[in-house]
């Protein structure tokens, strides 16, 4: 795994460019067509050998089904800080996302985009620093607030940071707790929300994330068996 060679090693270095490259995200932009290919990212850590493992899983949009998946493994790239998780995961993500045959029209992380303090999480970074477009789908709502959305599949209720809305809580199955939902780069949040829908025809959480968390653990246990 190779880390860029700008790549910030210490939280200055990572805040100020996250403050450089926060203002290039773009929240406008449409779902995926029907046809595109939309792929999905995850990670695993090994914190005693200090390894991460990163997955990338490229899906047809209109059947779910694998298209093609690649891993990364190598060194943990930079120390866990609050608000600053990219800067851990981005460079195995990046070299998984290079060994897929086939660019993807989007990327779902699992984690945040302008759900973020500084409006620049994993989903916005990788967004920026590709071109991609790209979605957070998150499991928890970090540190914002929102009020419980309707039971229903495909209820939805924003998620507020400081009177902002920064993404929604979005049920994909009836009566089981959202998921957060947040713009990356280069997609509209409702888009984003109706994506998130068509990638979880059955469980909570999207097939991308699903396959890639499962490929990524593999990865990691067989390289640190």
């Not at 700008?6 to 779902?31: C, F, I, K, N, Y």
């Not at 990219?86 to 897929?100: K, T």
Request: aromatic share 6%; net charge negative; glycine share 10%.
């Amino acid at each position: 795994m190779t880390v860029p060679a700008d790549w910030p090693t210490d939280e200055a270095g990572a805040l100020a460019q996250q403050q450089r490259l926060r203002p290039m995200v773009s929240a406008t932009g449409p779902a995926p067509a029907s046809g595109s290919l939309v792929a999905g990212v995850d990670v695993a850590y090994d914190d005693e050998r200090d390894v991460v493992a990163a997955a990338a899983v490229l899906l047809d949009y209109d059947t779910l089904e694998l298209v093609d998946q690649a891993t990364a493994v190598g060194p943990v790239a930079f120390p866990y800080l609050p608000g600053l998780l990219a800067f851990r995961e981005l460079p195995a993500v990046l070299e998984a996302l290079d060994g897929l045959g086939r660019v993807p029209d989007l990327v779902v992380c699992d984690g945040y985009g302008l759900a973020h303090p500084r409006r620049l999480g994993l989903a916005s970074h990788l967004g920026v620093h590709t071109g991609l477009r790209t979605i957070g789908v998150a499991k928890n709502p970090f540190t914002f607030t929102y009020e419980p959305p309707g039971p229903e599949r495909g209820a939805w209720s924003p998620l507020v940071d400081s009177g902002e809305e920064v993404g929604r809580a979005v049920r994909t199955r009836q009566g089981v707790k959202p998921v957060f939902v947040s713009v990356g780069h280069r997609i509209g949040l409702a888009e984003a929300v109706e994506t998130t829908l068509k990638l979880t025809p059955s469980f909570r959480l999207p097939e991308t994330t699903r396959r890639a968390d499962s490929l990524c653990r593999r990865a990691l246990a067989a390289a640190t068996a």
